[in-house]
């Protein structure tokens, strides 16, 4: 059984720095992976999906990493700014499904301004 | 094209009675997907759809819980009963396949409230 933990559950920086998510799963049989942001009681918005064959994506001042091997992904978010102030969600497409998202718990960050 | 859509956003509902929550995939899309977000836990699979059909409910609660997507208009699922254990946000999402890494977006989730 698939099951995905992200670390931290909670993180507060200052605004401008660089920082790291993690994100970790236990089968390493993976279709794709996904990082979402969810807003405070809002709905979620898929940020970056990477391919089982692929190492990373990009998309601005986003950058997230695959290594399937080891079970593990990160989410770097450069230059945060305080509008980066969310929940983000990591998940997994794996096993006999190709259609069950296995969801963290999420790392909810706060960037101070 | 208009994203996924789902209504009610927040709907209250005292012990006992019934919920119903519905989704409208994108435009051109037919695989729907219930998710369900307890509070202080990850989202959950409930169920995937299409047109007609029920693919896998596994995620499903054995009693009470129903889904329907039918030939025309949104996916609704249905709480029987509802009680307090049920409080949670229901997340729908749709696929333009099944295909191995295909993309599901997903709506901005009914809040449900059983008081």
């Known amino acids: 059984k698939q099951e995905v933990t992200q670390i931290p559950a909670a993180l507060s920086v200052p605004e401008g720095e660089n920082l790291v998510l993690n994100c970790s799963f236990t089968?390493?049989?993976?279709?794709?992976l996904q990082w979402f942001r969810q807003d405070p009681g809002k709905g979620l918005t898929s940020l970056l999906l990477?391919?089982?064959?692929?190492r990373e994506q990009t998309s601005g001042r986003l950058n997230a990493s695959l290594d399937k091997s080891s079970g593990r992904s990160t989410l770097y978010i450069a230059a945060s700014q305080p509008g980066d102030s969310a929940t983000y969600l990591c998940a997994v497409l794996s096993g006999g499904s190709n259609y069950k998202l296995t969801f963290g718990k999420g790392t909810l960050l706060t960037v101070n301004p | 094209n208009a994203g996924v859509m789902q209504n009610p956003r927040h709907l209250v509902r005292r012990r006992g009675q019934e919920a119903r929550l519905r989704c409208s995939p994108m435009?051109?899309?037919?695989?729907v997907y219930w998710y369900r977000q307890l509070p202080e836990e990850g989202l959950k699979f409930m169920v995937y759809?299409?047109?007609?059909?029920?693919?896998?409910e596994s995620g499903m609660p054995k009693e009470r819980f129903s889904a329907e997507f039918p030939k025309e208009g949104p996916s609704i699922l249905r709480i029987q009963q509802v009680v307090r254990g049920d409080s949670a946000a229901y997340f729908c999402?749709?696929?333009?396949?099944?295909?191995?890494?295909?993309?599901?977006?997903f709506g901005p989730g009914t809040r449900l409230t059983v008081t």
């Open positions: 999402a749709s696929s333009q396949s099944w295909d191995r890494g295909s993309e599901q977006y």
């Open positions: 435009k051109g899309h037919s695989h």
């Open positions: 759809l299409q047109k007609e059909n029920i693919i896998d």
């Open positions: 990477i391919q089982s064959s692929q």
């Open positions: 089968d390493s049989a993976i279709y794709n």
